[in-house]
């Protein structure tokens, strides 16, 4: 099931990320995303129904906190692996005073040596 998230580089709007970070469920998904994994299996560990792993991780994609950049061949399917897409999130006031959000994404916590995870060795260069 593929999930839509932001288009790249855009800051992900503050309430998305507090909701986010204020649910229980996602929350939990999280802090189990320490490798890429599946649906099925985010919903085990997490102890989830696999029908709220997906609302949640759709909330989360949609927060830009979680995606979906690898994929897995089985058989004829093709299964998404998730992973956590930042490093840390801070909250601050802008010149204007309203509050403004930072998601740091550098240093590649979320993919680090699952980069390649998903590729096909036949297509992947030399």
């Not at 979680?66 to 840390?88: A, C, K, T, W």
Request: hydrophobic share 35%; net charge negative; aromatic share 4%.
């Amino acid at each position: 099931m593929a999930l839509e998230g932001l288009p790249s580089g855009e800051t992900p709007e503050l309430e998305r990320v507090l909701a986010a970070l204020d649910d229980d469920g996602c929350r939990e998904i999280i802090a189990v995303l320490e490798t890429p994994k599946t649906a099925t299996e985010i919903a085990a560990a997490a102890d989830l129904p696999l029908s709220t792993t997906y609302r949640k991780l759709d909330q989360l994609t949609k927060a830009g906190l979680v995606s979906e950049p690898l994929g897995v061949r089985q058989g004829r399917h093709q299964m998404s692996r998730y992973v956590i897409d930042f490093n840390r999130i801070t909250i601050g006031l802008n010149d204007e005073e309203t509050f403004r959000i930072d998601v740091d994404r550098s240093g590649g916590r979320s993919l680090g040596i699952w980069s390649n995870a998903g590729r096909d060795s036949s297509t992947t260069p030399p």
